[in-house]
């Protein structure tokens, strides 16, 4: 019951429904919260002492899932009302009484809150404080839960536990799940993961230096950075940098990133770098990984237009049964 109210409240947001929202939560406060704890004394103003009993005597009472979503709707409700001390409250529960499937929702709506609220995420926030964010979200066990293997059969069957998990750790390497961060940075940035507007270069590569070093496979997060970037004015070493930054991303991905990845990847190197040594070696590593994809083919071909070696490229398409123009 209380996530349907949860994800009714957010439907409307998403609408720019503000005061049918508004409504909607004082419709929730009454009918829901008033009335189960009228009881006890509660009431829409009470301090941050007896918040805290009501949410201690609230997780003895009901499911998980309702506690959760319950908070959830407490803090919006409260948020609404410019309670920011016991919407923050609220929250900060929630993000504690989630459980692992439901931890990176509750991460994302913790992390609208700090947007909302304007006390720690601002537009010109200092890269510590950002960091300092991140790094609590990621330092929870929640946000890594452990992986799985690509199924195999042989490696079902093998009788002793140490055994097969260790043929699982060989066979199986998988890179860190950068999703929750990037689920975080689409949620106070937009799209994009970064702000579209930076006073001093050198923040943003702080942060994102920063964010790779934990999650060095973040290829969405590299993606981003070039295309930002190229609309800054010529610098032949921000350039290198995030060209850099994009390559090693998807090298270090494991599971590979999907084809239209690198396709768009070659496509941002081409217009981003003059360095073609960086464009070369990113084409015959990504044939090395799709090594029938004409999207790849026709940009390595085009890139040879420019180091003149086309008919080595050619010739190397034909030998995969890839005629190029």
């Known amino acids: 019951v209380q996530c349907i109210w949860n994800q009714y409240a957010e439907c409307a947001l998403q609408n720019g429904k503000?005061?049918?929202?508004?409504?909607?939560?004082?419709?929730?406060?009454?009918?829901?919260?008033?009335?189960?704890?009228?009881?006890?004394?509660?009431?829409?103003?009470?301090?941050?002492?007896?918040?805290?009993?009501?949410?201690?005597?609230?997780?003895?009472?009901?499911?998980?899932?309702?506690?959760?979503?319950?908070?959830?709707?407490?803090?919006?409700?409260?948020?609404?009302?410019?309670?920011?001390?016991?919407?923050?409250?609220?929250?900060?529960?929630?993000?504690?009484?989630?459980?692992?499937?439901?931890?990176?929702?509750?991460?994302?709506?913790?992390?609208?809150?700090?947007?909302?609220?304007?006390?720690?995420c601002k537009e010109d926030a200092p890269v510590s404080g950002i960091l300092n964010i991140l790094h609590g979200y990621l330092v929870d066990a929640r946000a890594f839960p452990a992986s799985e293997p690509l199924s195999r059969m042989f490696i079902q069957s093998i009788k002793k536990p140490r055994v097969r998990q260790l043929v699982s750790n060989m066979w199986s390497p998988v890179s860190s799940d950068f999703s929750l961060v990037n689920l975080v940075l689409e949620v106070w940035h937009g799209p994009s993961f970064l702000p579209q507007r930076f006073s001093n270069l050198k923040d943003l590569v702080d942060l994102v230096e920063a964010i790779m070093e934990i999650l060095p496979s973040?290829?969405?997060?590299?993606?981003?950075?070039?295309?930002?970037?190229?609309?800054?004015?010529?610098?032949?070493?921000?350039?290198?940098?995030?060209?850099?930054?994009?390559?090693?991303?998807?090298?270090?991905?494991?599971?590979?990133?999907?084809?239209?990845?690198?396709?768009e990847a070659a496509v941002i190197l081409l217009n981003l770098t003059d360095i073609q040594s960086i464009s070369v070696s990113f084409h015959k590593r990504a044939l090395s990984v799709y090594p029938f994809s004409i999207k790849l083919w026709k940009s390595y071909l085009n890139l040879s237009r420019t180091t003149g070696n086309m008919g080595t490229v050619i010739e190397a398409a034909r030998a995969k049964g890839i005629k190029l123009d």
């Open 18 to 120: 503000f005061e049918f929202v508004k409504e909607l939560m004082d419709r929730w406060f009454h009918s829901v919260w008033n009335a189960q704890y009228s009881q006890n004394g509660f009431s829409d103003t009470m301090d941050g002492e007896n918040s805290l009993r009501l949410l201690e005597s609230w997780i003895s009472n009901f499911s998980q899932i309702d506690v959760l979503f319950g908070l959830l709707n407490l803090s919006l409700y409260k948020l609404l009302k410019n309670d920011h001390i016991e919407g923050r409250l609220a929250i900060d529960r929630a993000l504690k009484t989630a459980a692992a499937e439901d931890y990176k929702h509750c991460v994302r709506e913790h992390a609208m809150f700090l947007l909302t609220d304007g006390s720690q």
């Open 218 to 263: 973040n290829y969405q997060l590299a993606v981003s950075v070039c295309k930002l970037l190229s609309g800054v004015p010529d610098s032949a070493s921000v350039s290198f940098w995030a060209s850099s930054l994009l390559v090693n991303a998807l090298f270090q991905a494991v599971p590979v990133a999907p084809e239209y990845v690198w396709v």
